[in-house]
């Protein structure tokens, strides 16, 4: 397993670095000047040497390719510089909003897991029509935009109903509509592929002998498919978690949720560049780190995978 790891790794560093050169790329040729636009919102009319000082502070008066050298060595200590609008260190701004996009994150894959297992199961033991139906929601589910989804929840439970605040402030309270939004779109798509591969096992003949012998539905669903469709099951849930993490900032946007998506719209309207590539940097490593996740899940579930990485 230590080599597969390494090997691992190893492959992904290129692509590491290709990302984090797009993401200092996008930002630093981006138009607009972080300085002046602050320095403007703080109502200061700043002389042509305080300019100069304040781009040499943050290194923005070297050329692109020292600047992104630089950039790279410190970030590999994930020394990622100060932010230009609040002074503070970046990995502090990430880390203060940080907590509320994993809580949003965590809450809506739960949700998303339960609602995709209940639709999927449903799927594959209704009728012919009400499976059509089922498929046909998820459908239509999957297709609703997520702001579009958030702005119907609010109109029902917020302006209908009154059961909850359109803009709260961070309590648990707060967290169940945007983790409803996101939940829903993606247990949807989750359910499909559940659907799918639990249809798929039940075409086997082991899953045949298992009918013929009796057993009732329940048994053979969580003693003969699960165990096999586990890993791949995995592998979606990782893959979600993961765009749950980058996906949420619109909807965090629209319900005043205070994690990194407010973090991230707030420094691209203040071109706040140290941020921004922070940002992009992180949201990289987060969805090679679930995918690796993935994988080893998809290896430890599978005891024929098992054996050829513990032999390799």
């Known amino acids: 397993m230590r080599h597969y790891l390494f090997m691992r790794v190893a492959t992904a560093l290129p692509t590491l670095l290709g990302m984090s050169f797009v993401a200092f790329a996008i930002v630093a040729l981006a138009p607009g000047d972080p300085v002046m636009q602050e320095l403007r919102a703080m109502g200061v009319v700043p002389k042509p040497e305080d300019i100069l000082a304040i781009k ?33 260190s970046v990995i502090d701004e990430i880390l203060i909003h940080l907590p509320a996009t994993l809580a949003l994150a965590l809450s809506a894959l739960a949700g998303a897991i339960v609602f995709s297992l209940a639709l999927g199961v449903a799927a594959i033991s209704a009728g012919r029509s009400v499976g059509a139906g089922l498929r046909g929601f998820t459908i239509l589910l999957v297709s609703i935009p997520s702001f579009w989804l958030a702005l119907l929840l609010i109109y029902f439970f917020v302006f209908q109903l009154g059961w909850a605040r359109m803009v709260g402030d961070g309590s648990l309270g707060d967290l169940i509509l945007p983790a409803l ?25 082991h899953i045949r002998l298992a009918i013929a012998k009796g057993l009732s539905p329940a048994v053979i669903l969580f003693r003969h498919i699960t165990p096999r469709i586990i890993g791949p099951l995995a592998t979606a849930w990782a893959n979600t978690f993961g765009a749950l993490l980058g996906g949420a900032v619109i909807v965090e946007s629209i319900f005043g949720w205070p994690g990194l998506g407010q973090l991230i719209l707030q420094a691209i309207s203040q071109r706040d560049f140290p941020v921004i590539q922070a940002y992009l940097v992180f949201m990289g490593l987060v969805f090679f780190a679930t ?20 032999n390799g």
Do not use: H
Request: aromatic share 12%.
């Open 291 to 310: 995918s690796l996740a993935a994988d080893i899940t998809v290896i430890l579930s599978d005891p024929q995978l098992r054996r050829e990485v513990s």
């Open 56 to 88: 040499a502070q943050y290194g923005l008066d070297k050329p692109f390719f020292p600047r992104y050298f630089d950039w790279l060595t410190r970030a590999l200590t994930f020394d990622f510089g100060n932010s230009i609008a609040s002074g503070r």
């Open 181 to 205: 939004t996101l939940s829903l779109g993606a247990g949807a798509s989750l359910g499909r592929v559940v659907f799918e591969r639990v249809r798929a096992e039940m075409c086997e003949d």
